[in-house]
């Protein structure tokens, strides 16, 4: 598995502002790309984390290389986790 960090990622949820970011932890960059898909699109409903409760249904498309991208050692499951800036929100 490996971990993709997105920095200032922005407009995924209605809370959303510049500063925020995005960890994904998948097999490929290319599985982190259709998580994301999945989870905009609502095929995946995961409303006990009220961030989830916030993603917009139409965020723009994650097509941007990762700022960060590295393998993990050890067992890991895929996850998806957005980490919106506190801003005013």
Not at 29 to 37: C, F, N, S, V, Y
Not at 42 to 47: E, L, P, S, V
Request: aromatic share 8%; with cysteine.
């Amino acid at each position: 598995m490996k971990i993709f960090v997105w920095q200032c990622a922005g407009d995924l949820t209605t809370s959303w502002h510049s500063g925020g970011g995005l960890v994904i932890v998948a097999e490929s960059l290319e599985q982190a790309r259709d998580m994301m898909k999945q989870n905009i699109s609502g095929t995946k409903k995961d409303y006990d984390n009220p961030v989830w409760s916030r993603m917009k249904k139409k965020a723009p498309p994650l097509t941007e290389e990762p700022l960060f991208e590295a393998s993990l050692r050890g067992k890991h499951e895929a996850q998806l986790m957005v980490f919106p800036n506190a801003g005013c929100c």
